[in-house]
């Protein structure tokens, strides 16, 4: 009999985020792997409509959005006629629709997908429940599968590592020449050297290490007038303010870029025209910005302190810093500067990079969890 899988997730093709993108390709690679495999796949999604669908992901008919439609969400649970042999939740957030499932089909086998910081803290009594009833925790590193044993004391034989693999629709560059219309945009010139961060620029999450990036660039100025600093990502009024503030404070208004949002569709582009990626983050799960970077030939520095470390699998793809420490964060930054990148050191980068986070590899170990 062929396999049903249900993939549950609260959003994924409505928005833009660490997580929507992994599970993405998560659907994507399941839904391949169903097609291989026989098995019946389907991706239902709490917030999304049905016309949220990126249909290159997966097709119309393997996809129920419901569109905040919280209370038909959980009814259709209960009320379906395909009882998953195996049912993933993409969050913790899900853990009401993994007791409902585990109530009224005791066989399903129950997988959570753990990201980072929504597992690192003390969970609620049915997401507590939920986690006793799941037969297996996909962690995202090594990082959150060590942070689900340690905080809510689970089996390791439970927990099993598989870190994100870059989006199988991505972009990826040829060659690595800076594109000349964004120099251009952003008033910049091919000998600068350019600092790149993305990430989301929020007030409530003030430890993705820009801050240090940025305190750090009026001692760099000095040294090297032709630095940049490209920061880029949506932000809310009171973080702009605050980073604004603290570009004022240190004095480098005339090297800090503050791009706003970037649509994915620019990524690329951006990534090509930089020449490093820094971001010395405290709380990455595993960081899918680091390997997007790493796909497109670009240095990155990180932090040492989370997920970050899988990214670069333990520094053979990139450098990590204790992201509290100014000094090793201006002295790798430095050590970058001086030396130059070359066309062939960023497609060796690139090519490093998608032998160890193609989606490929991703499938084949989706298929071996799910056979076995």
Known sequence: ???????????????TGGIQKMTRTLGHSLHRAATTNNWNFELWSAYDKQNDLMEQYLPAASFKGFGINRIGFVLKTISSSIKPDVAILSHINLAIIGLIITLINPKCRLWLVAHGIEVWRPLSIFQRLMLKRCDKVICVSNYTKQQMINRHNLNSDKCFVLNNAIDPFMRLPDTFAKPQSLLKHYGLHDDDFILFSLTRLASTEQYKGYDQVISVL???????????????????????????????????????????????????????????????SKKEGFGIVFIEALACGLPVICGNTDGSIDAIRDGELGEAIDPDNLT?????????????????????????????????????????????
Do not use: W
């Not at 009999?1 to 928005?15: E, G, P």
């Not at 930054?333 to 030396?339: A, D, L, N, P, S």
């Open 1 to 15: 009999m062929a396999k049903k899988v249900i993939l549950f997730t609260l959003q994924t093709f409505s928005t």
């Open 218 to 280: 009026g001692n760099l100025k000095s040294k090297f007038p032709q630095i940049k600093y490209v920061l880029s990502g949506k932000y809310d009024n009171e973080e702009y303010i605050r980073i604004k503030k603290m570009i004022a404070v240190h004095d480098v208004s005339e090297h800090v870029i503050l791009t706003g949002f970037i649509d994915e569709a620019q990524l690329t582009e951006h990534f090509l025209l930089a020449d490093l990626f820094v971001l010395p």
């Open 328 to 372: 090793e964060l201006n002295d790798a930054i430095t050590r970058h500067v001086q030396k130059h990148i070359t066309a062939n050191s960023r497609k060796s980068l690139q090519e490093k990079c998608i032998h160890h986070f193609n989606e490929h590899d991703y499938m084949t170990k989706l298929e071996q969890l799910i056979n076995e």
